[in-house]
């Protein structure tokens, strides 16, 4: 399966974005998705996972109460709105399928990977 993200952009502190994680080769309804994020210098970090059909989802305490991760298996796309961002979520954001229909915080559980959309929020 591929995954390609997109809506990340140039915000400021405040603003609100969402992107999308489309799959294209072939559903990914049975499986979990995440998304992760790295910013520059950093390692590759956890940021919320969602259960093959949303009944399940999973946060880092540095983004929860502001995103939420959704998905619309008709589509064949999960989403992650992003409110009130902050300059430290500045990074480059990563959706990834894992190869179970849940999965955790390890990216080692996620196969598949999308290119990453980048996300600037400036103070």
């Known amino acids: 399966v591929q995954l390609q993200a997109s809506g990340g952009g140039l915000v400021q502190a405040g603003d609100s974005l969402k992107l999308s994680c489309a799959a294209s080769g072939r559903t990914f309804s049975n499986n979990a998705v995440g998304w992760f994020r790295q910013a520059p210098g950093k390692e590759r970090e956890f940021v919320a996972t969602?259960?093959?059909?949303?009944?399940?989802?999973l946060y880092a305490d540095s983004v929860k109460g502001r995103l939420t991760i959704s998905r619309d298996n008709a589509k064949n796309t999960v989403y992650l709105l992003m409110s009130t961002l902050k300059p430290e979520d500045t990074a480059v954001y990563f959706c990834?399928?894992?190869?179970?229909?849940?999965?955790?915080?390890?990216?080692?559980?996620?196969?598949?990977w999308g290119q990453g959309t980048q996300v600037t929020v400036s103070s």
């Open positions: 969602i259960s093959w059909n949303g009944g399940s989802t």
């Open positions: 990834a399928a894992a190869r179970g229909a849940y999965s955790g915080r390890d990216y080692r559980q996620y196969d598949y």
